[in-house]
C-alpha cells in the first residue's frame, strides 16, 4: 500500500486547527478530513472522525499499526510545512 498523493486546505480563521488534508491510497481511494493540530508538543493530524450516540468521537477511518500512523503522519507533516512556506 502506498499514499500516491497529500492535498491540504489551510485554514483561515485563528486556532489550533491548521489545515485538512485529503490523502490517496494507491491511487484508488481517497480518505478526506485529516486534521492538521498546532499542540502544546508540536504539530500533530487527528483522523477523521464522528460523534457516537454516547457523546464520544470514534474515528472513522484510522492506520492499524503504529507505524502506518507514524509514516502517515509524517508525510502529512512535511507536505504542511512545505505548504507554509510557499
Known sequence: M??????????EKE??????ASITIDEVFVVHDIKVIEG??????AMPS??????NYRDIAHPI???MREKLSGL????YEE???E
Do not use: C, H, P, Y
Open 2 to 11: 502506498e499514499i500516491t498523493d497529500v492535498r491540504l486546505r489551510k485554514m
Open 83 to 85: 505548504f507554509v512556506q
Open 40 to 45: 502544546d508538543k508540536g504539530f500533530f493530524i
Open 50 to 55: 464522528r460523534k457516537s450516540l454516547d457523546g
Open 76 to 79: 502529512i507533516l512535511e507536505k
Open 15 to 20: 486556532g489550533k486547527l491548521k489545515a485538512v
Open 65 to 67: 499499526n503504529s507505524d
